[in-house]
């Protein structure tokens, strides 16, 4: 059974830091790709950042230059670093394990129950 858990949400002042970590198990980590998305009050869930089983990594603009996506394949956890924060990154934020089981099953997506991110100003 693959299980998917968040931690690292807290409240912090604007320009603060936090890092996020999503803990799996049940899977062969290495194999799969890894996403960190993001819902805001009132607003529909983004993509934050994702990070390959190859370690290729893709981050929404709005983040870019202040987050960083890494992932430790011998704790099968990925990590979101999160730096310079301001208050619309305030959200919960999810994490997405894509599960690759080759061409013939495909990809399972499973997602943690999201840790919440506050903000102030």
């Known amino acids: 059974q693959v299980e998917v858990v968040e931690s690292g949400g807290g409240l912090v002042q604007a320009g603060g830091s936090l890092r996020l970590a999503c803990a799996t198990s049940?899977?062969?980590?290495?194999?799969?790709?890894v996403g960190w998305h993001r819902q805001g009050p009132g607003q529909e869930r983004e993509l934050v950042a994702d990070?390959?089983?190859?370690?290729?990594?893709n981050y929404a603009d709005s983040v870019k230059g202040r987050f960083t996506i890494s992932r430790d394949n011998d704790k099968d956890t990925v990590y979101l670093q999160m730096d310079s924060l301001k208050p619309e990154d305030t959200a919960v934020y999810y994490c997405?394990?894509?599960?690759?089981?080759?061409?013939?099953?495909?990809?399972?997506?499973?997602w943690g129950q999201g840790t919440q991110v506050t903000v102030s100003s």
């Open positions: 997405n394990l894509r599960e690759n089981n080759g061409p013939r099953l495909g990809v399972f997506d499973y």
């Open positions: 049940g899977t062969i980590f290495r194999r799969n790709d």
């Open positions: 990070i390959t089983s190859d370690g290729i990594t």
